[in-house]
C-alpha cells in the first residue's frame, strides 16, 4: 500500500532514446514533483504541479516534459536522452498548508549509455 | 557560494554519544528549515522541520535554528546504528515544502 509509487525503479538506455517515468500517489496531497539527485547525492527540484498546474519550472532543458492528468498522478517524459541525465529521479508529493513533509517515491535510478 | 552547505562529512560518531550535524544557508529571507534522513538506495525522510531560532526537540533528535547566523543544525542524542544514513538540510523562502533547496547531505556514520 504504498504512498507514493514510481515505475520503474531502474531504467538502462542508450543516447538519443526516449524515456518514461510514472508516478502516482495514494496520499490525496494535492501537489506533486521531480526531483533530481545526481551521483553526489545533490537533490534539486525540477517541476512542481499543483492541482494539475504547473507551478514551479526550474532551468529544465526542454527534453524533460512533465504532465499530470490529475492530482494523483505525475509522470516524466525524457527525449533524446544524453550522458548527463543519469542519477535518480524522485517523485514527491505534499499537501498545501500542511508543515513539514514531502513525501517521496523510492526513485527511478535512470543510467544512460 | 552554495545555497544550502553542508559538511559531506563522512562524520563517524561512536554509539551513544551525540552526532552534530551543521548546515548554513545563503538566503536570508528563508522561513523554514528541514532536515531529512536518506538511507543508502533509498528515498529521503523527513526528521525535523523548524520555523523559529532556538531549539525544537523531538526524541532524541534536536533542531537548532539560529537565523542571525544563518545556521541550522541538528543533533542526535544516544546515537545508534540505525542512525547511520546522509542527512540532508533542506531550506525555504516560504512556509511550506513548496520549493525546497536541499545541501548535498552529510553522510553519518555511527561506530557500534
Known amino acids: 500500500d504504498t504512498a507514493v509509487s514510481q515505475t520503474p525503479k531502474y531504467l538502462v538506455t542508450q543516447m538519443g532514446n526516449d524515456k518514461s517515468i510514472k508516478c502516482e500517489q495514494n496520499?490525496?496531497?494535492?501537489?506533486m514533483y521531480w526531483y533530481k539527485q545526481d551521483s553526489k547525492k545533490f537533490l534539486k527540484i525540477m517541476f512542481s504541479?499543483?492541482?494539475?498546474?504547473?507551478?514551479i519550472n526550474e532551468t529544465v532543458p526542454n527534453r524533460f516534459s512533465p504532465k499530470s492528468p490529475d492530482k494523483a498522478h505525475l509522470n516524466l517524459h525524457i527525449n533524446s536522452l544524453e550522458l548527463g541525465d543519469s542519477a535518480v529521479y524522485f517523485c514527491?508529493?505534499?499537501?498545501?498548508?500542511?508543515?513539514?513533509?514531502?513525501?517521496f517515491g523510492e526513485g527511478s535510478r535512470l543510467t544512460v549509455l | 557560494q552554495k545555497e544550502v552547505e553542508q559538511n559531506s562529512g563522512p562524520l563517524s560518531v561512536p554509539e551513544g554519544a551525540i552526532a552534530s550535524l551543521n548546515c548554513t544557508y545563503s538566503?536570508?529571507?528563508?522561513?523554514?528549515f528541514f532536515w531529512y534522513r536518506q538511507y543508502s538506495g533509498k528515498s529521503p525522510e523527513l526528521i525535523m522541520f523548524?520555523?523559529?531560532?532556538g531549539d525544537k526537540e523531538d526524541g532524541r533528535f534536536t533542531a537548532q535554528l539560529n537565523k542571525a547566523s544563518q545556521y541550522v543544525s541538528l543533533l542526535i542524542r544516544d546515537s545508534q546504528p540505525s542512525d547511520s544514513a546522509t542527512y540532508l538540510c533542506?531550506?525555504?523562502?516560504?512556509?511550506?515544502?513548496?520549493?525546497?533547496?536541499f545541501g548535498t547531505g552529510t553522510r553519518l556514520t555511527i561506530i557500534p
Open positions: 496520499l490525496g496531497h494535492d501537489t
Open positions: 523548524i520555523y523559529s531560532n
Open positions: 504541479y499543483n492541482n494539475k498546474e504547473l507551478i
Open positions: 514527491a508529493s505534499s499537501q498545501t498548508g500542511y508543515t513539514g513533509e514531502l513525501f
Open positions: 533542506a531550506v525555504n523562502r516560504d512556509f511550506g515544502n513548496e520549493k525546497l533547496t
Open positions: 538566503d536570508r529571507g528563508s522561513q523554514s
